[in-house]
Nanobody, 115 residues
């Protein structure tokens, strides 16, 4: 089992940037596919970005070109660099780990984009 703790959220102006960090515990981080999901009030939780154990990435169309996901297996961490933020990016962002049929979620970090 892996434990996930998100950090780096906060309040930013439109056009600003944030970098989210997902710190993990456990001995098998490198075997997990990792991802970031977000959920806005009244909305379904949606995939934002994912990165496989081999470093292959995928992004939602709404964030492609603005967000970058990366992982550091030596530090057992995954990151989400968020640039050119828009008000519609406002949501709670959750880190996800997946291995086989198992899924693990962090508690989430709030990102608010407002002037």
């Amino acid at each position: 089992q892996v434990q996930l703790v998100e950090s780096g959220g906060g309040l930013v102006q439109p056009g600003g940037s944030l970098r989210l960090t997902c710190a993990t515990s456990g001995s098998r981080f490198s075997t997990y596919d990792m991802g970031w999901h977000r959920q806005a009030p009244g909305e379904q939780r949606e995939l934002v970005a994912q990165i496989t154990t081999r470093g292959i990435t995928h992004y939602a169309d709404s964030v492609k070109g603005r967000f970058t996901i990366s992982r550091d297996n030596a530090k057992s961490a995954v990151y989400l660099q968020m640039n050119s933020l828009k008000p519609e990016d406002t949501a709670v962002y959750y880190c996800k780990a997946a291995r086989l049929v198992y899924y693990y979620w962090g508690q989430g970090t709030q990102v608010t984009v407002s002037s």
